[in-house]
């Protein structure tokens, strides 16, 4: 059994009993072949590159300590320009710079 559901004129949808409309069935297969061969590229550099772990915890270390602590301070400071206090200039570049130590830390 088949179901066309429209909106409009120009946007309409057919369902032919399945679960994933049949406008939306190729991107759905390219998705699933892109995420497949982005776990297989991954594999193959865990295979080939003999340290992986250790870049990947670096990559993970510095990336998690630059958004979840530097990036927020630099945009608060970037959107508060001139009205930001001499106090919140401070402890924003204090954290930042806790936020940076924290990241070359957590990499060894």
């Keep these: 059994p088949s179901l066309k559901i429209c909106i409009d004129h120009h946007s309409c949808s057919t369902y032919h009993g399945g679960v994933i409309p049949t406008t939306r069935l190729k991107s759905h ?3 699933v072949i892109i995420r497949t061969c982005r776990v297989i590229s991954t ?3 865990a295979l ?3 340290v992986f772990g250790l870049v990947m915890a670096l990559i ?3 990336l998690t300590m630059l958004v979840a602590v ?3 301070c630099a945009g608060f400071m970037s959107i508060a320009g001139k009205k ?4 919140e200039l401070i402890l924003c570049i204090v954290i930042m710079v806790v936020g940076l130590v924290s990241a070359i830390i957590g990499t060894y």
């Design 43 to 45: 594999l193959i550099v």
């Design 48 to 50: 080939s590159i003999p």
């Design 60 to 62: 993970g270390s510095w």
């Design 70 to 72: 530097s990036l927020p």
């Design 29 to 31: 297969w390219m998705s």
């Design 84 to 87: 930001i206090t001499k106090l």
